[in-house]
């Protein structure tokens, strides 16, 4: 399983973004896709996830501002950013894992795309 995500840049706080993530290979079994992210010497963070059903979860930070999709024709799950802060200024990675639903720490992803810099100006 491959997953490519794409869609990060600059923007100014109060400004939107959309993320995207397509995976590839052997995605029948991508029971759950998200994202977390990460900001430089801390660990990687949840940031949301939903499974192929479309039940989402939200980490606390971003709950209200940012609406997790998908498209399980496609393999492609989408991360709406919008009302954007400077603190939301991370590498944000797509990531998944089989079989069930669940939040989406490190330890818990089967599979970790490239990430994708959002920086959030004041």
């Known amino acids: 399983v491959q997953l490519q995500a794409s869609g990060g840049g600059s923007v100014q706080a109060g400004d939107s973004l959309r993320l995207s993530c397509a995976g590839s290979g052997r995605t029948a079994s991508l029971y759950t896709m998200g994202w977390l992210r990460q900001t430089p010497g801390k660990g990687r963070e949840f940031v949301a996830a939903i499974s192929k059903s479309s039940s989402t979860l939200y980490g606390d930070s971003v709950k209200g501002r940012f609406t997790i999709s998908r498209d399980n024709a496609k393999n492609t799950v989408y991360l709406q950013m919008n009302s954007l802060k400077p603190e939301d200024t991370a590498v944000y990675y797509c990531?998944?894992?089989?079989?069930?639903?669940?939040?989406?720490?490190?330890?818990?992803?089967?599979?970790w795309g490239k990430g994708t810099q959002v920086t959030v100006s004041s």
């Open positions: 990531a998944a894992k089989d079989g069930i639903f669940v939040v989406l720490i490190p330890s818990r992803v089967d599979y």
